[in-house]
Every structure is written in C-alpha cells, then in structure tokens.
C-alpha cells in the first residue's frame, strides 16, 4: 500500500476527497490530513508519505510552498495538485516542480480521482521494486544508467583504455563495430528552459530510432551530445547525409516547440579512438565565437575549421590528465598547480581559440564538480551552478574573461579545501553522532540537544560549514551503507531498509531512486551486468 495525505484548508474538501473512494481497493492508504503547509511537512516527516494531494491556495505556506520545501529537504514525494479554475499560474508553477497531475476542484468525482491516482500507481511501482517490474524495467533501467556514464567517459577522453568492440558490446549493448564516428551537439542557452530541454531530448531520441547505432548522452547541464557509429561514404554523401540529420532534428525541434537551434556537427573520423576529437569539433562548430549565422541550423566544424588555428595543446591535455589523477587521490597540492599551470597556458598561448577555452574549462567543470559533490564543497558548487544555469561560457565573453571565471573557480575551490580543514569541533560532533546512529530514527531536535546547541543554530552551523543540511548528510550516509549491504550481501530490500533506519520499504526505495537513479534492486543488479 502506498500512504496518500491531503492537504487541504476547507475541511469539507478534505472530507469530500477523503469519501469519494475506497483508496485500499486502488492501492492506497490514508496516512492522514492537513489544512496547510506547515502541517503537511510535519506529517510528511512523520509518516513519509508516498503521495500528496494538495491545494494551492491555503494560508501560511501553500501548494507551491509546500513542493518547494519537499524538493529542498529531498524528500521523494510524488504530488496531485488540486486546482482552482483561475490558479493557472500556481498550475504551471506545480508541473514544472514536477507534480504528477492535477485535478479541477469544482469539477472532482470519483471517475476523475481513480484516474489520476492509477496513473500514480503506474509511476510509483516504476519507482519501487514491485515484482512484476523486477525484469525488464530493472536491466533497462540498469542499462540506461551505464550506457550514459560510458558514453561521456568515451566523450569526454577520460579513458586512456578504450575496450574492444566486442567487450563494449558485451558490457554496454553499444554497437561500435562500423569504421567511422560523427559528433552533433545541441546546447540550450537561457531562452529555453529546462523543461523545454527534456522535451528536446525525447524530440531527438524519437528520431535516433529511425536510424542505426545513434547513442545519446547529456554532456553537461542542456547540453545533448549524439554520438553516429556509421560507414564511410563519398565526401559529398557523407555531408548530405549529415546535413538532412542534423535538419530533422532541428524540424522536429521547431515543430513541437517553435524554438529555433543550431547543431554543431564535427568531421567524420575513423576508430574509437577519435571520439573526444568529435565531441571537442562538434562542441566547437556549436560555440557563438564560431557560429555567426546561427540562423542556419546545421553548422559542420570542417566550415569553420579555416577560421582556427587547430593546434593539438599537449600541455592543456596534460595539465587535465594531471588534474583528474590528483581529484582521485585527493592531493591538494598538485590539484592546486594544475590549476595554474592551465590558467596560464589559456593566457600565454595565443593560438588557443575561445572556442577551444570553452571546451576545455567545461571538461574542466564536469571533473571539478565530481569532486566538489563527493566532498561536498559548496561555495565551488554554486558557483558552478551559476556559470550552468546563466550559461554564461556560452555569451559573448572575451577569451580573459573565460580565463578569469577560472581563476574565480580556483579561489572558491582554495577556501572550501580550506574550510574543509578547519570545520568546526560541533559539525565533527554532528557527523559522528550519525555515523553512529544512522540506523535510528533520527530526530535533528534531539540531536541538537546531544551536541549542546540550539536547532537552529546548530542547522544554521551545519550547512554553513558543509554545504548540505543535517538531513541531506544523514540521507547521504544512510544510503552508503545501502549500497554496502546491496553489494556485499542478499538481505531483502526490506531487511536493508530497516538496518539503515527506514521502517517504509518503498520510501526507502524511492528515497535511494531518487538520490542514484535507480531502484535498489537495479542498483545491485548493476554489479552483475557490468561485469558479466
């Protein structure tokens, strides 16, 4: 059974909702009422509901309030918005937050609600281990997750030790085996938001069906990189081929969404090998500095290959090999000179191009935002959110400007490496009282009281000095020990879940769905199909 509360301020809404259905018979258990905001997050942290229905319109905190502090604390909570004629605004606000659905207030009956409420049983049995999920749902999702984390190591050149065609095959179901490889890169600048990104994803991907060995991967924040396997052809097929590709995506794109986008397209190159060189080209032929008349749509990087100086920048490429290498073993020091020496090889080597600049730092970025997470850095992590959300490597910078963002990323790197050593004597309390009693029910009040300070102050402290709140770090502990126990033994989910303090299973999995990108049974799965 999943647990349903209802949030609503006029108690005959609350009733009426409440009566309309046998929610047992769908699935569904009430877990309790609420008549705003504020007491849907209470009951939400004391019965870990699987579903909300709410208002919008209620005093004190609202339907929208009420998502947004959900999302903030990462709880995995799905929503039904209850909706007004006139709230088109909160309305659209909701499904972008990512409610699942919406029912018209006035118009509510018990048809409508079975409806809805069976379309989010659809979606959290997809989110959970149900057993008539366990199969096919698990090895596509499992597949999906290490297709895509293959796909930018390939792109981004962070494998010196490229597998054979046959063991990418085995390991992947990625079909390598023709000669040649082509690049298209789409980016989203500021005026397409998010979701409209996501809906280009899907555009692109229902096109890629219709064609042979077309592998999609998101290289950075609304930025979808298309990766070609193809045979070799005369020069004029090839770019007439390429070209009515690239168009069909650009169509389809402005069809559905009336946006205008270029696609930067790199050159046909042979071998497994040459895969970072056609991500680095189609990146390039995407870049403003290069693309002028962007009104054009498909832009090849052969096109614009005459106004660069393509030069191979050993001591970059170096410099980062370098810098990957002291981000996995965590030495300051060199990460620190590799800093600088990149900096001053962007400022001293004039036949650098913007465009190569702009490759390299968000290569740069990808690394540094890995490390930044794991060690939850988090003046180094708003920044890069930032430069992601403004898409500002991407406006009209001058090549220093590029150059001085990245010295800005290295004095915020600098200071949290720094605070990191001095973090307070409490925040080291905080952390070891969880580490000790992650598998309780944690209360952060009581938790306060144990190491002598104030709730808020203490919450206050914590997040100042880690850059995560006290119930993401006990989430983020919790969850390593899941994934200990997922790999290490054959407990049942259920049996997991309990040892790590979550008395609700499905919770628990869409907590870890939530945080992974997969289910706990896929999760364990994963070890098996990676090395099978």
């Given at each position: 059974?999943?647990?349903?509360?209802i949030?609503?301020?006029?108690?005959?809404?609350?009733?009426?909702?409440?009566?309309?259905?046998?929610?047992?018979?769908?699935?569904?258990?009430?877990a309790?009422?609420?008549?705003n905001?504020?007491?849907?997050?209470?009951?939400?942290?004391?019965?870990?509901?699987?579903?909300?229905?709410?208002?919008?319109r209620?005093?004190?905190?609202?339907?929208?309030?009420?998502?947004?502090?959900?999302?903030?604390?990462?709880?995995?909570?799905?929503?039904?918005?209850?909706?007004a004629?006139?709230?088109?605004?909160?309305?659209?606000?909701?499904?972008?937050?990512?409610?699942?659905?919406?029912?018209?207030?006035?118009?509510?009956?018990?048809?409508?609600?079975?409806?809805?409420?069976?379309?989010?049983?659809?979606?959290?049995?997809?989110?959970?281990?149900?057993?008539?999920?366990?199969?096919?749902?698990?090895?596509?999702?499992?597949?999906?997750?290490?297709?895509?984390?293959?796909?930018?190591?390939?792109?981004?050149?962070?494998?010196?030790?490229?597998?054979?065609?046959?063991?990418?095959w085995?390991?992947?179901?990625?079909?390598?085996?023709?000669?040649?490889?082509?690049?298209?890169?789409i980016?989203g600048?500021?005026?397409?938001?998010?979701?409209?990104?996501?809906t280009?994803?899907?555009?692109?991907?229902?096109?890629?069906?219709?064609y042979?060995?077309?592998?999609?991967?998101?290289?950075?924040?609304?930025?979808?990189?298309?990766?070609?396997?193809?045979?070799?052809?005369?020069?004029?097929?090839?770019?007439?081929?390429?070209?009515?590709?690239?168009?069909?995506?650009?169509?389809?794109?402005?069809?559905?969404?009336?946006?205008?986008?270029?696609?930067?397209?790199?050159?046909?190159?042979?071998?497994?090998?040459?895969?970072?060189?056609?991500?680095?080209?189609?990146?390039?032929a995407?870049?403003?500095?290069?693309?002028?008349?962007r009104?054009?749509?498909?832009?090849?990087?052969?096109?614009?290959?005459?106004?660069m100086?393509?030069?191979?920048?050993?001591?970059?490429?170096?410099?980062?090999?370098?810098?990957?290498?002291?981000?996995?073993?965590?030495?300051?020091?060199?990460?620190?000179?590799?800093?600088?020496?990149i900096?001053?090889?962007?400022?001293?080597?004039?036949?650098?191009?913007?465009?190569?600049?702009?490759?390299?730092?968000?290569?740069?970025?990808?690394?540094?935002?890995?490390?930044?997470?794991r060690?939850?850095y988090?003046?180094?992590?708003?920044?890069?959110?930032q430069?992601?959300?403004?898409?500002?490597l991407?406006?009209?910078?001058?090549?220093?400007?590029?150059?001085?963002?990245?010295?800005?990323?290295?004095?915020?790197?600098?200071?949290?490496?720094?605070?990191?050593?001095?973090?307070?004597?409490?925040?080291?309390?905080?952390?070891?009282?969880?580490?000790?009693?992650?598998?309780?029910?944690?209360?952060?009040?009581?938790?306060?009281?144990?190491?002598?300070l104030?709730?808020?102050?203490?919450?206050?402290?914590?997040?100042?000095?880690?850059?995560?709140?006290?119930?993401?770090?006990?989430?983020?502990?919790?969850?390593?020990?899941?994934?200990?126990y997922l790999?290490?033994?054959?407990?049942?989910?259920?049996?997991?879940?309990?040892?790590?303090?979550?008395?609700?299973?499905?919770?628990?999995?869409?907590?870890?769905?939530?945080?992974?990108?997969?289910?706990?049974?896929?999760?364990?799965?994963?070890?098996?199909?990676?090395?099978?």
């Open positions: 059974m999943y647990k349903v509360i949030v609503d301020d006029e108690v005959i809404s609350r009733i009426g909702i409440k009566g309309l259905i046998d929610w047992k018979k769908y699935g569904f258990t009430l309790g009422q609420a008549t905001g504020i007491e849907a997050l209470e009951l939400v942290e004391k019965e870990r509901p699987d579903l909300i229905l709410t208002d919008m209620m005093p004190k905190l609202d339907g929208i309030g009420l998502m947004k502090a959900c999302r903030e604390k990462g709880e995995p909570v799905d929503f039904v918005v209850i909706s004629h006139d709230d088109f605004m909160y309305l659209k606000e909701a499904m972008k937050l990512g409610a699942i659905d919406y029912i018209l207030k006035n118009n509510i009956n018990e048809e409508q609600l079975v409806t809805v409420l069976s379309r989010c049983r659809h979606k959290l049995d997809e989110q959970t281990d149900r057993p008539i999920k366990k199969s096919e749902f698990i090895e596509t999702e499992v597949l999906h997750a290490v297709q895509q984390n293959f796909l930018k190591i390939l792109l981004y050149g962070k494998d010196k030790e490229i597998p054979d065609v046959n063991t990418i085995k390991q992947y179901q990625i079909n390598f085996k023709k000669s040649m490889f082509v690049c298209f890169l980016r600048g500021q005026q397409i938001e998010e979701i409209d990104f996501t280009i994803v899907d555009l692109v991907s229902n096109v890629a069906k219709d042979e060995n077309i592998y999609l991967c998101q290289t950075g924040y609304k930025e979808l990189s298309i990766l070609h396997n193809m045979d070799n052809m005369s020069e004029a097929e090839n770019k007439d081929y390429l070209m009515r590709l690239a168009n069909r995506f650009i169509f389809v794109i402005n069809q559905y969404l009336n946006l205008n986008i270029s696609v930067g397209i790199s050159e046909l190159l042979s071998g497994i090998g040459s895969i970072p060189l056609t991500y680095l080209e189609a990146y390039q995407s870049s403003s500095d290069y693309n002028i008349s009104e054009i749509g498909a832009v090849f990087y052969k096109d614009i290959r005459e106004i100086d393509k030069v191979q920048h050993t001591t970059v490429e170096k410099s980062i090999r370098t810098f990957r290498r002291a981000i996995e073993s965590e030495d300051h020091k060199v990460i620190n000179e590799e800093f600088i020496t900096i001053q090889t962007f400022k001293g080597d004039e036949r650098i191009t913007k465009g190569q600049v702009q490759y390299y730092i968000s290569a740069f970025i990808y690394d540094i935002k890995e490390y930044a997470h060690k939850s988090y003046r180094i992590i708003k920044a890069i959110r430069i992601e959300e403004t898409d500002i991407h406006k009209h910078l001058r090549k220093n400007d590029m150059v001085d963002l990245l010295k800005d990323l290295k004095i915020k790197l600098e200071e949290d490496m720094k605070d990191r050593e001095d973090t307070s004597l409490y925040v080291v309390k905080i952390k070891e009282y969880v580490r000790n009693h992650y598998m309780d029910r944690l209360n952060i009040e009581d938790l306060a009281h144990k190491v002598g104030s709730y808020t102050y203490m919450s206050s402290l914590f997040k100042k000095e880690t850059g995560q709140t006290i119930q993401e770090y006990i989430i983020g502990i919790r969850l390593m020990h899941a994934k200990r790999n290490e033994t054959n407990l049942q989910i259920s049996h997991i879940a309990a040892q790590i303090g979550y008395d609700n299973e499905h919770y628990f999995s869409r907590m870890f769905k939530s945080r992974t990108g997969m289910t706990p049974t896929a999760y364990r799965h994963n070890k098996s199909w990676t090395q099978s």
